[in-house]
């Protein structure tokens, strides 16, 4: 089976306003399937969780599922499935939490390439603590993080690293496993952002070396939240601040609160409709047919980013800065003379999203020389089209011209 793109755009009904959206780093449209979980759940009994009522048992089946549901997504234990107000609130939970061990001498690293809500965290856990932030940069001329920039900053001191999976600015897709191998040799742990990541590439927190993973289901068709992966164990060793009558159990101790069923259940359902994308059989487990659709839907990408990229290249006054050799279907432009800003409200009078700035990644928009204002985000999600690609190009051209 072929990937029908015209039959997943059927499913969005945001799509219906004639939108071509180009957005999708910064939150896909929703499907209908997720939109109607979320009713389902809140269309039956549910109350605290628990074994015996029907709202309880109801609400300890979403719960479940939910986790079951990410940690297929994800290649983790649903045991280390955290839910979270975002991914954002999450790496400052554990930054906190970790950076009790800390002190003065201790190392931590983080990269340029990153979104700032992988960067200060841990910049400002390390202030406390008294500790060094040691700087991972990329090479603004291809985007590329090397493995040895990394190397270089790892020493017996080091706590704690943190990379992204892939920048959600201009794309670029680090080596994580290798990555990985450097930190574990140097005794530290690992903490990947893969929020951009996740959208695209068929994820297993093992092979990445991930101790702590985030990701954002609205990067992927769900609702605003983010999910930590982690291995139980290795929670198991956290004592974050909580209610005294609050379980203690893992993962529920990093979770504060009654959690949103609602928002449980349309999550597993965004993963459920991902997993329909693809061509494997319907008797596979989730977690195969997840692999598949990942494979549909990133040469359905690929495919459109060739295109967009040869036209790219025919506009006079046209820079793209997304150039590493791995990187997911992002780019970021600018525009010589004019301001990326205005090119965004011009395609916006003609139903193009493609939004400007630098969408929270300051200090890479700052390293390309980009300074705060960043440039055009153009992202390919799985429902873009053809169609939305030419819009964008006549769009461009009648900027430029």
Same mark, same amino acid.
């Given at each position: 089976?072929?990937?029908?793109?015209?039959?997943?755009?059927?499913?969005?009904?945001?799509?219906?306003?004639?939108?071509?959206?180009?957005?999708?780093?910064?939150?896909?449209?929703?499907?209908?399937?997720?939109?109607?979980?979320?009713?389902?759940?809140?269309?039956?009994?549910?109350?605290?969780?628990?074994?015996?009522?029907?709202?309880?048992?109801?609400?300890?089946?979403?719960?479940?599922?939910?986790?079951?549901?990410?940690?297929?997504?994800?290649?983790?234990?649903?045991?280390?499935?955290?839910?979270?107000?975002?991914?954002?609130?999450?790496?400052?939970?554990?930054?906190?939490?970790?950076?009790?061990?800390?002190?003065?001498?201790?190392?931590?690293?983080?990269?340029?390439?990153?979104?700032?809500?992988?960067?200060?965290?841990?910049?400002?856990?390390?202030?406390?603590?008294?500790?060094?932030?040691?700087?991972?940069?990329?090479?603004?001329?291809?985007?590329?993080?090397?493995?040895?920039?990394?190397?270089?900053?790892?020493?017996?001191?080091?706590?704690?690293?943190?990379?992204?999976?892939?920048?959600?600015?201009?794309?670029?897709?680090?080596?994580?496993?290798?990555?990985?191998?450097?930190?574990?040799?140097?005794?530290?742990?690992?903490?990947?952002?893969?929020?951009?990541?996740?959208?695209?590439?068929?994820?297993?927190?093992?092979?990445?070396?991930?101790?702590?993973?985030?990701? @954002?289901? $609205?990067?992927?068709?769900?609702?605003? !939240?983010?999910? /930590?992966?982690?291995?139980?164990? *290795?929670?198991?060793? +956290? &004592?974050?601040?909580?209610?005294?009558?609050?379980?203690?159990?893992?993962?529920?101790?990093?979770?504060?609160?009654?959690?949103?069923?609602?928002?449980?259940?349309?999550?597993?359902?965004?993963?459920?409709?991902?997993?329909?994308?693809?061509?494997?059989?319907?008797?596979?487990?989730?977690?195969?047919?997840?692999?598949?659709?990942?494979?549909?839907?990133?040469?359905?990408?690929?495919?459109?980013?060739?295109?967009?990229?040869?036209?790219?290249?025919?506009?006079?006054?046209?820079?793209?800065?997304?150039?590493?050799?791995?990187?997911?279907?992002?780019?970021?432009?600018?525009?010589?003379?004019?301001?990326?800003?205005?090119?965004?409200?011009?395609?916006?009078?003609?139903?193009?999203?493609?939004?400007?700035? @630098?969408? $929270?990644?300051?200090?890479?928009?700052? !390293?390309?020389? /980009?300074?705060?204002?960043?440039? *055009?985000?153009?992202? +390919? &999600?799985?429902?873009?089209?053809?169609?939305?690609?030419?819009?964008?190009?006549?769009?461009?051209?009648?900027?430029?011209?």
């Amino acid at each position: 089976m072929t990937y029908d793109v015209s039959t997943v755009r059927a499913q969005f009904p945001a799509l219906r306003a004639g939108t071509a959206h180009f957005d999708g780093p910064g939150g896909t449209q929703t499907p209908a399937p997720v939109i109607a979980a979320f009713t389902e759940a809140l269309s039956r009994p549910l109350s605290i969780r628990g074994t015996t009522l029907p709202g309880e048992v109801h609400a300890e089946t979403l719960v479940g599922d939910f986790r079951q549901a990410l940690a297929d997504l994800l290649g983790a234990q649903p045991g280390g499935i955290v839910f979270g107000r975002s991914s954002t609130q999450l790496t400052y939970d554990i930054s906190r939490v970790l950076s009790q061990s800390w002190g003065p001498g201790d190392e931590v690293v983080v990269s340029r390439l990153d979104h700032d809500a992988n960067i200060r965290p841990w910049v400002q856990a390390a202030e406390r603590a008294g500790a060094v932030v040691r700087w991972a940069e990329f090479d603004p001329a291809t985007g590329e993080l090397p493995t040895e920039a990394v190397a270089a900053l790892l020493g017996e001191r080091t706590r704690l690293v943190a990379v992204t999976g892939a920048s959600n600015l201009i794309g670029t897709r680090p080596d994580l496993p290798a990555v990985a191998e450097l930190v574990h040799r140097a005794g530290a742990l690992f903490h990947v952002d893969g929020v951009h990541l996740t959208a695209h590439d068929f994820v297993d927190v093992e092979r990445l070396g991930a101790d702590f993973f985030v990701c @954002s289901p $609205y990067k992927f068709f769900g609702p605003h !939240h983010g999910v /930590l992966a982690a291995r139980p164990e *290795l929670l198991e060793t +956290l &004592s974050p601040d909580k209610l005294v009558p609050s379980t203690d159990a893992v993962p529920e101790r990093f979770e504060l609160g009654t959690l949103p069923y609602e928002v449980l259940a349309a999550t597993r359902a965004a993963v459920d409709f991902i997993a329909d994308l693809g061509s494997g059989p319907a008797a596979a487990g989730r977690r195969e047919r997840l692999r598949s659709a990942y494979a549909a839907i990133g040469a359905h990408e690929s495919a459109l980013l060739e295109t967009l990229e040869k036209a790219l290249a025919g506009l006079d006054g046209v820079t793209v800065h997304s150039r590493a050799a791995e990187r997911t279907p992002t780019l970021l432009l600018t525009f010589e003379g004019r301001d990326a800003s205005d090119a965004y409200r011009f395609l916006a009078r003609s139903g193009v999203h493609a939004p400007a700035g @630098s969408f $929270y990644a300051l200090e890479a928009s700052r !390293h390309l020389g /980009l300074g705060d204002d960043g440039g *055009l985000r153009v992202g +390919l &999600s799985p429902y873009n089209d053809t169609d939305d690609v030419e819009r964008l190009l006549r769009g461009l051209t009648e900027f430029l011209g």
